[in-house]
């Protein structure tokens, strides 16, 4: 949750009525917003990664169940 915090923390620069002074200021901000939306984006695909992970092993070991039953018939 540290990420989404400061991602809500980094957004709220970007409302009305907040100014950055200076062009280098915004930039920075603006990098910083996307280095945080990329890293939870990471987050979730490395997430998704581990459910298709387990769902490819519970798929395999059900077909070996399956087979095993047919065999025995």
């Known amino acids: 949750m540290k990420l ?13 009525g907040t100014g950055f002074g200076e062009p280098d200021a915004r930039r920075n901000t603006e990098l910083r917003l996307q ?12 997430q998704l990664n581990v ?13 070996i169940l399956v087979s095993i039953q047919i065999l025995k018939q």
Not at 35 to 46: C, G, I, V, Y
Not at 51 to 63: E, K, P, Q, Y
């Open 51 to 63: 459910i298709t992970w387990v769902l490819a092993i519970a798929t395999v070991v059900n077909a």
């Open 4 to 16: 989404e915090e400061e991602l809500k923390k980094v957004e709220a620069m970007f409302s009305e």
């Open 35 to 46: 280095t945080l939306q990329s890293k939870l984006q990471l987050k979730a695909l490395r």
